[in-house]
């Protein structure tokens, strides 16, 4: 079976806060050997040597003994915001450069942690239900105002998972339904743009198991550094070039993005219709989707301006608003040009006069020019007039900063809902009727409608290194089901497993013989509800 051998021995085994101890060794048949520890955390069953970790780098034989070497993340309550932070749980810090052992991080557990009850056990670090008969690594019963609650913790292995990436730029990424490529391997594609950005699903059962290895492989690593809020590089078959990390700005084409747009080119029109009347005769606002035209469109009407007599390119929709002015692209509005008067046919001779004052300007103000119609009605370029330069920093200043946004898109399973309940429909129900309240790793998940648990939540709100990969090849990712313990009492629970927030915090899980540590409290990159106070849990 597989074996981690990077190392010749794991590090810190001998500090005196032991990493999470998770079952002594068993071996699975008599040709196994006896100094081996198999590891059942995944249908990869590593048989691992004493001094060695699995091949997900997560497990470890320590002299015969299984151990999780990852921290479990405890969230905590600041009591002057009602905000979460968040504390690793038998956790590590980094080694030093060139040393042989990992360093005991300061502060260490002093117990403080049991004094309070606004702690809540989320699923990062905290083990799986493989192979699904087992409950839940920790069953938590708690008390919240006065309330009686139960919270099931653990980690899923999810093979039927994605991630849901939009991208605020009007940049063309790539043509809807293109393959989106990470070194090389289909990763996920384009979807549906949506206002002001574009839209990719990355990740997803077909890419882990419906292909090659390598793309198996390749598509769990993307997940996992993406989930994990790293920069990640990715191609688009005929578009662009792509670098996207969780809650910074995208690079397209190696230019990184800055702008959102405040709207498509009708909405800009209309927007600053009243700003534009008195300083422009016409406006043009470029945009791949819906260009604006002010003297045609209602709110020019509004304004009684005179018409122009402009003759755009394309194909007009309603009165001032052109659909396929141009190409996508990454120019002008998110088309394909670089002169805005390209998309300009010509002038209507008895309407338009000498002198008109036209400004051209795209969606985000990035690109403006300003012209004045000759005697020849050619438009000549000339310089911006203060009043009108400063529209369109107007414009510029209601984009919002461009930004990548992950979210995490996963099916919870069989394995997930047996740890729970040996009635896993009940769970579903449950859930369904508002019951149950589900987080990743703390944070707030949107349960979708319909059959099965399917969650999403947004990578940002949830702790640093929150996913991992098995080589199945998966995704492990945190959930948490919280609930009163009436209703989990009531759905058929494994309430025999059921231990007081204070056993958890001085033993660890059900199957946990050695008592955790505690280190380095950080704060939430993003303020969360409390898991366990928000409704409908408390009503």
């Known amino acids: 079976m597989t074996e981690h051998t990077k190392t010749d021995g794991l590090p810190g085994m001998d500090a005196p806060d032991l990493p999470q101890v998770l079952e002594r060794a068993r071996p699975r048949n008599e040709r196994m050997n006896a100094a081996k520890v198999e590891c059942n955390a ?32 405890l969230l905590r309550k600041t009591l002057e915001t009602g905000e979460a932070t968040l504390v690793p749980f038998a956790g590590r810090a980094p080694a030093a450069e060139g040393a042989e052992t990992e360093v005991t991080p300061e502060p260490a557990w002093n117990g403080d942690l049991l ?89 997803g059962v077909h890419h882990l198991t419906g292909g090659t290895k390598k793309e198996g492989r390749i598509t769990a690593e993307m997940m996992q550094a993406l989930g994990n809020k ?28 800055q702008r ?58 309603t009165p001032g608003r052109y659909f396929q002015v141009a190409n996508p692209g990454t120019g002008w509005g998110g088309t394909d040009i670089a002169d805005p008067l390209s998309i300009i046919e010509g002038w209507g001779e008895s309407v338009a006069w000498p002198g008109l004052r036209l400004l051209m300007t795209s969606t985000t103000g990035e690109h403006a020019s300003w012209y004045v119609l000759d005697e020849q009605l050619n438009p000549v370029e000339a310089e911006m007039p203060v009043e009108v330069r400063r529209i369109v920093e107007r414009i510029g200043e209601n984009c919002e900063p461009s930004l990548a ?10 394995s997930l809902r047996a740890g729970v309940t040996e009635n896993p429909v009940l769970l579903t129900r449950s859930i369904k009727n508002a019951l149950v309240n589900v ?49 989990y009492e009531a759905l058929g629970g494994h309430t025999e497993q059921i231990r007081s927030l204070r056993e958890v915090l001085e033993r660890g899980a059900w199957h ?28």
């Open 260 to 317: 959102m747009r405040v709207g498509c080119g009708s909405a800009a029109i209309g927007i600053f219709a009243r700003q534009f009347f008195g300083h422009a005769d016409e406006v043009v606002v470029v945009d791949d989707h819906i260009t604006g035209v002010l003297t045609e469109h209602q709110a020019g009407r509004c304004l009684d301006m005179k018409p122009s007599g402009i003759q755009m390119r394309g194909r007009k929709s």
């Open 512 to 539: 946990n013989d050695g008592a955790p540590q505690a280190r380095v409290w950080q704060t939430l990159p993003a303020a969360n509800p409390w898991p366990l106070g928000r409704p409908p849990l408390l009503g």
């Open 115 to 203: 004094l309070s009850e606004d702690v809540f056990v989320t699923g990062v670090g905290s083990s799986t239900t493989y192979p699904d008969y087992k409950p839940a690594p920790f069953i938590v019963g708690s008390q919240t105002d006065g309330v009686d609650m139960v919270t099931v913790v653990t980690e899923g292995i999810f093979s039927y998972c994605s991630f849901k990436v939009k991208i605020d730029t009007d940049r063309f990424l790539g043509s809807e339904q293109a393959n989106v490529r990470c070194k090389g391997e289909v990763v996920g594609h384009v979807t549906t743009a949506e206002y002001g950005s574009q839209m990719l699903s990355l990740g």
């Open 405 to 414: 946004s992950v979210l995490f898109l996963g099916g919870a399973g069989g």
């Open 42 to 73: 995944c249908p990869v069953l590593c048989q691992i040597s004493e001094g060695r970790a699995g091949a997900c780098d997560r497990y470890a034989n320590q002299a015969g003994v299984l151990v999780r070497l990852d921290p479990v993340v």
């Open 230 to 257: 790293q920069a990640v590089e990715f191609t688009i078959d005929g578009g662009s070039q792509l670098v996207i990390q969780a809650g910074r700005a995208p690079i397209v084409n190696g230019v990184a993005e």
């Open 439 to 487: 987080t990743c790793g703390g944070a707030p998940a949107y349960v979708w409608p319909g059959g099965g648990i399917t969650v999403m939540a947004d990578v940002l709100r949830m702790p640093d290194n929150s996913f991992g990969t098995v080589p199945t090849p998966a995704i492990v990712a945190p959930i948490e089901f919280s609930m009163r313990r009436a209703d």
